[in-house]
């Protein structure tokens, strides 16, 4: 029940593609992630993923098409379908996700930048 | 699965108080508002409410005291807690919600500002 500042929030860390919790509503989390380059193609099977652009320009793949998601924009990828993050130019994006608690981030894939914990800021 | 833009989106309505459906993510909406003045005084008894300010400073009154949450800013009011949204010196807000499909705006109060439909842009 106190106000917290996404600028600020995003400033107390560094790690790219690790999202950090900072809020739950209901079954949900939003999360604040830090991306640069391209992350891993996957799918949530039983879960929607809401990205909201805070700064810079994410490059939404899909397997038929790339979405260009820029700041102030959200875009939300429904369960099951195959999506891929990226960002062009060496450019670091930073994103607010909004999620089931349950979401793996790299969905049904383990990979190397998969993460298992979201550390809570 | 197309980017939405929070500022076009915004600019496609003018009812304040009245909020407009953007989006589902699972069982949750992501709602656009545009609020001036005083709200009513209510609680959801079984939703948390998520709400982000994109424009302005919006003041979250609780029976104990009021949260100044500005540009940039989000602020949970959990299920249960009393609350008031308002605004100052006649600024119209404007708002990003994340709640429940089922979440009644005024809560478990039935007034004047109620709307029984959140229409979708």
Request: glycine share 4%; aromatic share 6%.
């Amino acid at each position: 029940m106190k106000p917290i500042n996404l600028k600020e929030k995003h400033a107390e860390f560094k790690a790219q593609w690790h999202p950090h919790q900072i809020a739950i509503v209901d079954n949900m989390q939003v999360l604040l992630a830090k991306i640069q380059g391209e992350f891993v193609w996957h799918a949530h099977e039983n879960e929607d993923e809401l990205f909201h652009v805070l700064k810079g320009t994410l490059c939404m793949q899909f397997r038929d098409r790339t979405e260009m998601v820029n700041e102030g924009e959200i875009i939300i990828v429904p369960k099951g379908i195959e999506h891929n993050p990226m960002t062009k130019n060496g450019e670091e994006v930073h994103l607010l996700l909004f999620e089931k608690l349950s979401t793996a981030h790299t969905g049904n894939v383990v990979h190397d930048k998969t993460k298992t914990n979201y550390p809570k800021i």
